[in-house]
């Protein structure tokens, strides 16, 4: 599996400096004023050569990877911009199609973490659905940011934002007069995490996981 990953990176690693050579290229021949091309001649314009699109999308429609994969190669972003202004339909369909699967493999790779961290809550919140919802809402929006995106779509058991649900629970089984604030609302969610910030420091972003 270890092999599999590092021979699916390298791929999309190939693709994506395919692509980026692509655009630099492109952008590089239309920046110059161009004589009019003669009736009949060759298409121009930025898209350059669709022969390499094509050649790089049909690589990437074959491989078989992972959400952890795509988060550290950002190829998401790349294929996107490579091939919104592509004058063949059936190419930028196809790329749309492609990215559209991409979402999709990440959306399920997130789900068991997303579970896990909403059933901490729930254990601890059985009785008020509405709290869990909220507090699961404003502790992922600190965890929604593309350095945390390899910690959402691993292991749901190493995962940060798992851990700092965990965290939660752990100081207000200690500090039982906020937990009775918090389920009564006579302290507001801003107000507690606020408090549960200062007692217990969120952890710092990890470091890009960019290749």
Same mark, same amino acid.
């Given at each position: 599996?270890? %092999?599999?990953?590092?021979?699916?990176?390298? $791929? !999309?690693?190939?693709?994506? *400096?395919? +692509?980026?050579?692509? &655009?630099?290229? @492109?952008?590089?021949?239309?920046?110059?004023?161009?004589?009019?091309?003669?009736?009949?001649?060759?298409?121009?314009?930025?898209?350059?050569?669709?022969?390499?699109?094509?050649?790089?999308?049909?690589?990437?429609?074959?491989?078989?990877?992972?959400?952890?994969?795509?988060?550290?190669?950002?190829?998401?972003?790349?294929?996107?911009?490579?091939?919104?202004?592509?004058?063949? %339909?059936?190419?930028?369909?196809?790329?749309? $199609? !492609?990215?559209?699967?991409? *979402?999709? +493999?990440?959306?399920? &790779?997130?789900? @068991?973490?997303?579970?896990?961290?909403?059933?901490?809550?729930?254990?601890?919140?059985?009785?008020?659905?509405?709290?869990?919802?909220?507090?699961?809402?404003?502790?992922?929006?600190?965890?929604?940011?593309?350095?945390?995106?390899?910690?959402?779509?691993?292991?749901?058991?190493?995962?940060?934002?798992?851990?700092?649900?965990?965290?939660?629970?752990?100081?207000?089984?200690?500090?039982?007069?906020?937990?009775?604030?918090?389920?009564?609302?006579?302290?507001?969610?801003?107000?507690?995490?606020?408090?549960?910030?200062?007692?217990?420091?969120?952890?710092?972003?990890?470091?890009?996981?960019?290749?």
């Amino acid at each position: 599996a270890v %092999g599999a990953a590092s021979d699916s990176l390298r $791929a !999309l690693l190939r693709c994506r *400096r395919r +692509l980026e050579l692509h &655009a630099s290229s @492109s952008s590089s021949s239309t920046s110059q004023v161009q004589p009019a091309a003669p009736t009949g001649g060759g298409s121009g314009g930025a898209i350059g050569h669709p022969q390499t699109l094509q050649a790089v999308l049909s690589e990437l429609e074959a491989l078989q990877v992972g959400a952890p994969v795509l988060v550290r190669t950002r190829i998401g972003r790349v294929v996107h911009e490579s091939f919104k202004a592509c004058p063949d %339909g059936n190419m930028r369909g196809r790329s749309n $199609a !492609l990215c559209s699967h991409w *979402r999709h +493999l990440w959306r399920t &790779a997130t789900k @068991s973490t997303h579970a896990r961290a909403d059933q901490i809550l729930q254990e601890h919140f059985w009785c008020d659905r509405h709290l869990v919802e909220v507090l699961t809402a404003a502790l992922g929006a600190s965890f929604a940011t593309p350095a945390w995106a390899g910690d959402l779509c691993g292991d749901p058991n190493s995962s940060a934002y798992v851990h700092r649900c965990h965290s939660l629970v752990a100081y207000l089984k200690i500090e039982p007069t906020l937990d009775c604030q918090l389920r009564s609302c006579a302290l507001t969610i801003e107000a507690f995490l606020a408090q549960f910030d200062k007692a217990v420091p969120p952890p710092a972003p990890p470091a890009d996981p960019q290749v």
